[in-house]
């Protein structure tokens, strides 16, 4: 299930399938309904003729004589003159190295790859993890299983997704205030459709506090809860710690045995993904659903038939691992890309994957990236079109023959504005994903923008504006009595 409202986890550019578009019957899309709406995007605009499946990158490497990239797959070799990378901000799978994985006899699922059918109605299910996956297994399995365990090293705060039916007439306001909606997500920091809050949580009362807390909790929604109540969430260790407070209030109201509530209360700072759920505290009420905190008795190994960890053994039929994703930069490490000089992209990220803007990366012409690393923590489809807006809108303005590079100068300004945004907020505090501290030995960095969407596209707008600073441009000039004579360079301004 998404976390962002199913009418703005979607494309904006065609107004007129906003409008018409029916396949969006409650307040967040699941995944049938996520593929489906892709399916349609590609039929709507006749995408089917240009898309290539089942075709596996095995490398690509440019060019510098020609300003080509050569590209290698396994269905065949082409030359392009750009290459756009859109390999997923969570792509990569993350199975972690447990002692004994592989010698489990039962069946074995990670969340990237679950069956589309299944049944463990009669089965002891084992699932290790509990970020945002995680909680939505949990919450889905536990209404039809023999006996499930929850293995995990952080408890999480959560909050009611508030999920329900679209009516008819919001449905019809919605059509009404396209414009304004979409006016709304580019000038907001998370792209989320919510209210972000200009009030500093302790600005008001003890009772005002709770008040809004509780408004946000029963309207739902993990980016309401964190943003819309109030300005410093996620800056102010005061203000966390109101919302946390809440939060932990929340769960001992709901959860009835007091050591599945001990095990399951969270005492850190409210500074992970803010996560939603449909009824998952709820699911820790089932006699036949418990907890097992790994901070407290971590897995020792998994055994052929189940899980031992330091105090217990656990038999199981069916192991799920929620363990997340290589986040960003794990798809681009496992490809052979080559820029200049020969230099690979994890050659180049070797301290950590760096970018200017999210998109371009000094030494690998004519390659842009969407979602690449240090692009924008927001909802992600918003992202998908600025991006791309942005690349297109280079290629055309160069009448597709332009070599396009980000200097490295521009490069290292922008990773030093992401570090220094990431070093104010209450994230930098703990280790997650969000900064690669879940992959062992990779170097803990900053992954993302984390100045809000209306931040990002004003850099990108003044980036444009000022003509393309931060890029090298040139023009190809390569046709001499029509015959390929070489490569010429002329400057050229491409501006907006």
Known sequence: ?????????????????????????????????????????????????????????????????????????????????????????????NVPEIPGLDTFKGEMYHSSQFPDH????????????????????????????????????????????GDEPISKEERDKINRDWDKIWDHVWNSITAM???????????????????????????????????????????????????????????????????????????????????????????????????VHLGETPIVEVTPNGIRTSAEEYELDALILATGFDAVDGNFNRTKIHGRHGTSLKEHWQYGPSSYLGVFVPGFPNMFMLTGPNGPFTNTPPIIETQGDLVTKLIAEGEGQAVIEATTQAESQWTQICREIANKTLFWKLDTW??????PGKPRTV?????????????????????????????SIAQTGGDWQGTHHQQIDIRA
């Not at 299910?125 to 509990?130: A, D, E, L």
């Not at 970020?131 to 499930?148: D, E, F, M, P, Y």
């Not at 929604?221 to 300005?231: K, Q, V």
């Not at 449909?278 to 006699?287: D, I, K, T, V």
Request: proline residues 3%; hydrophobic residues 35%.
């Open 1 to 93: 299930m998404s976390d962002s409202h199913s009418h703005i986890f979607r494309y904006s550019f065609d107004k007129e399938d906003l409008t018409a578009y029916q396949g969006w019957p409650e307040r967040y899309v699941k995944q049938p309904q996520v593929l489906a709406y892709l399916q349609h995007i590609v039929e709507r605009h006749d995408l089917r003729r240009d898309l290539q499946l089942e075709t596996a990158l095995l490398g690509a490497h440019f060019d510098e004589e020609n300003n080509v990239w050569e590209v290698e797959t396994s269905r065949g070799n082409f030359t392009v003159r750009y290459l756009i990378t859109a390999l997923g901000l969570l792509s990569k799978s």
């Open 434 to 439: 969000i900064f690669g501290a879940n992959i």
């Open 193 to 291: 459709g919510v209210n972000e809050s200009t009030t500093p949580a302790m600005s008001v009362s003890a009772e005002e506090r709770h008040r809004i807390f509780q408004e946000a909790w029963d309207k739902g929604n993990g980016f309401r809860f964190m943003f819309e109540t109030f300005s410093d969430i996620t800056t102010s260790e005061e203000a966390n710690e109101a919302a946390a407070a809440f939060i932990r209030e929340k769960i001992a109201e709901i959860i009835k045995d007091t050591e599945k509530r001990r095990l399951l209360t969270p005492h850190d700072l409210y500074a992970r993904r803010p996560l939603c759920d449909a009824g998952y505290y709820q699911a820790f009420n089932q006699e036949n659903v418990d907890i």
């Open 118 to 161: 299944y049944n463990f109605s009669t089965k002891r299910v084992g699932v290790i993890g509990g970020g945002s996956t995680g909680v939505q297994i949990i919450t889905a399995v536990s209404k039809n299983v023999g006996r499930l365990i929850s293995f995990q090293r952080h408890p999480q705060y959560s909050v009611p997704a």
């Open 447 to 475: 992954l993302f923008y984390l100045g809000g969407m209306q931040n990002y596209r004003a850099k990108i707008a003044e980036m444009v504006e000022e003509g393309y600073t931060g890029l090298k441009i040139t023009k």
